[in-house]
């Protein structure tokens, strides 16, 4: 469970929520690191978007939610999918096209979900989450719990028709929905400057009567404080928050661009202040944080192996599989 | 059975399955107090109250992915889409996540929802109030395709479409609204998939869905009196399709026309003819016909418009040529 977030103030994380972060984190680089060497072997096809760079977006929100809380994710979805509690075996093993991955080999990279930690999924179409996460929170509604659904998306996803359409919806129904814009400043290669005349993206929260929080996405504590606040308040019933986290990518889109129009010295700047390295000195404790590392380290090693131990999805089966649908 | 409109049985589809299941719910443009445009909805906010009964604003690309979202924590939405022209605002939420959300996710969860709209030219509505655009949902693997002719099927086949475990494109005609029909008083539900005969006959097949079934009976009818017998087969369902009904009357009569108010470039009697190419060729005398609306953008003028769209001369004159 969460820390509740302390009266007049924001909620700080604990210890095992700080620990659990890191390992999110961490996990998330190394897996990516990964998949890039896999996919020079030709072991991975298709589009491959790291999220290196913006993992603390991503471990400090799901440090905010429950295992029965919902998650919507990107087409850059590795960190969502891992911190919301994915098994790296099965992750890997879809990425590689395995017939043991998530979804039996049918998505890939950009459409890993997982029924089992209500992850609804990542998606080839850049903002098509959101209207999906609100109407999560729409089901949630009727059905009566008092899940939240955390949906993220991209300053590239912001500037489509169904985000405006989609925080309006929530707005006028109260939805338990925590928009959560992850402000990389690049729609693939596009600034966000030149993508609307108004780079305050949080500001669209209250244009819609939504508070709109701005936050340091590079910052796992803060990014868990202001998902852990707007999730206390949607449980609450009161409504919605939209969080702009602004982080950066290390690299380009995907993994084949070499991202040449991005300003070496703003990297440098945003590389200085790597998610990974801001956790470790959180945690200060440099036994801690090498235990951690170990052990995701051993857990990917096993994840790559069963993934490149197991079969490919028999055309067969697959064939049968899709008679008159 | 009980006479009732067209818009009253889906009423009462709709009704007697949000009394079912909780989970069932509404949203859509206006559906709540005012009841819909065409009246569908009409007092069901009373009933089940406006948690379950859910105006939203124009947003068809939102709502309809709200719909997608919902049925995948669970619930069982049915959503409105005013006009079937309106659903091109929503095509990625139904045909890239709806329509491919079990597939995508190897089977980790399906998307239980309905899209009722409605479609059809008649009403001097104009280019984009008018279309029948059914053959794109048909051509998209992980959707079905609804299209009942009379108050009986859309009563039965709604019912059938808000317990389907997947996604149901509802098309409704807006000339059948206020078609009046027999519907048993005992609760029916009609499986998604069976086609009906409405009417037997032994020389021609007319093979139709939607309002076009209508004007095939009425041409039937005048047909007999020249003692040329007629079977129409209503499809009911477009997708899935019912092969076997279409394949067994055509080997029975040996002469098959398709009929569609959609432009014929393109439209589901093109597929239909190729399936009967390949699968019925033997047992044909003849080529197989379309009788479908010109390949044109309809009109606002009432008398062009209705030039556009086949009429029951076009219907009885396409008979004569093949027998």
Redesign the interface.
């Known amino acids: 469970m969460p820390t509740p977030p302390a009266a007049g103030g924001s909620p700080r994380p604990t210890e095992p929520i700080l620990l659990g972060m890191y390992r999110n984190i961490y996990a998330t680089r190394q897996f990516e690191l990964k998949c890039i060497e896999l996919y020079r072997q030709g072991l991975i096809r298709g589009y491959l978007h790291p999220y290196i760079g913006q993992e603390a977006v991503a471990a400090g929100a799901c440090a905010a939610l429950n295992a029965a809380d919902y998650i919507v994710s990107t087409h850059r979805g590795h960190g969502h999918c891992i911190s919301k509690g994915a098994d790296l075996k099965l992750m890997m093993a879809e990425i590689m096209g395995k017939a043991t991955g998530y979804c039996h080999g049918h998505g890939g990279s950009m459409h890993i979900s997982d029924k089992r930690v209500n992850n609804l999924g990542a998606n080839g179409i850049v903002g098509a989450g959101i209207p999906i996460a609100t109407g999560a929170g729409m089901g949630i509604r009727v059905r009566g719990t008092d899940q939240v659904v955390v949906v993220f998306f991209s300053d590239g996803a912001s500037n489509n028709g169904v985000f405006a359409e989609s925080l309006n919806l929530a707005g006028i129904y109260g939805l338990p929905v925590i928009y959560l814009l992850e402000n990389n400043h690049y729609a693939v290669s596009t600034p966000i400057e030149c993508a609307t005349g108004c780079c305050d993206l949080a500001g669209r929260g209250p244009a819609y009567g939504i508070p709109g929080i701005c936050v340091d996405g590079n910052d796992a504590l803060a990014v868990y404080r202001e998902t852990a606040a707007a999730v206390a308040r949607a449980r609450q019933g009161q409504g919605p928050t939209l969080i702009e986290a602004k982080t950066y990518r290390h690299g380009g889109h995907h993994v084949n661009d070499p991202g040449l129009y991005m300003d070496p010295a703003v990297l440098a700047e945003w590389k200085a202040r790597d998610p990974l390295l801001l956790t470790r000195r959180a945690i200060g404790d440099d036994a801690r944080s090498a235990e951690i590392e170990a052990q995701v380290d051993a857990d990917l090693e096993s994840a790559i192996a069963f993934a490149t131990n197991s079969p490919e999805p028999s055309v067969d089966a697959f064939l049968a599989s899709i008679e008159d649908r | 059975m009980i006479e009732m409109m067209y818009r009253e049985a889906l009423r009462r589809a709709i009704d007697e399955e949000m009394q079912r299941d909780?989970?069932v719910?509404l949203?859509g443009e206006t559906i709540a107090e005012r009841g819909g445009s065409y009246k569908v909805t009409e007092g069901l906010w009373q009933k089940y109250g406006l948690?379950?009964v859910?105006d939203?604003?124009i947003?068809e690309?939102?709502?309809?992915?709200?719909?997608?979202?919902?049925?995948?924590?669970?619930?069982r939405?049915v959503i409105e889409i005013l006009f079937i022209d309106f659903a091109m605002l929503a095509m990625?939420?139904i045909v890239?996540?709806a329509a491919k959300?079990d597939?995508?996710?190897?089977?980790?969860?399906t998307v239980p929802m309905v899209i009722r709209t409605q479609g059809g030219a008649g009403n001097g509505l104009a280019a984009q109030h008018s279309q029948s655009l059914e053959a794109l949902f048909y051509h998209i693997?992980?959707l079905k395709v609804v299209m009942p002719s009379t108050p009986h099927d859309a009563y039965g086949l709604l019912k059938a479409a808000i317990r389907d475990e997947h996604p149901v494109v509802f098309i409704e005609h807006k000339l059948l609204y206020m078609t009046k029909g027999p519907v048993p008083e005992e609760e029916i539900v009609i499986p998604l998939g069976r086609a009906d005969i409405k009417r037997s006959g032994t020389d021609v097949t007319l093979v139709t869905y939607s309002h076009m079934t209508l004007k095939c009976l009425e041409a039937a009818t005048l047909l007999e009196s020249e003692g040329i017998s007629v079977e129409v087969v209503d499809l009911r369902t477009l997708s899935?399709l019912d092969k076997d009904t279409i394949l067994s009357s055509a080997r029975k009569t040996g002469r098959v026309i398709i009929v569609h108010e959609a432009v014929k470039r393109g439209g589901i009697g093109g597929d239909l003819a190729a399936m009967l190419m390949e699968e019925a060729y033997d047992d044909l005398d003849g080529p197989v016909l379309r009788i479908a609306g010109r390949n044109t953008p309809i009109p606002y003028n009432l008398n062009i418009e209705k030039a556009c769209i086949p009429s029951v001369e076009d219907i009885v004159e396409g008979v004569l040529r093949v027998v």
């Open positions: 909780p989970l719910f949203m948690q379950r859910i939203t604003p947003a690309a939102s709502f309809t992915g709200m719909a997608v979202g919902a049925a995948l924590v669970g619930c939405p990625d939420q890239n996540q959300y597939f995508i996710s190897g089977g980790q969860g693997p992980g899935p």
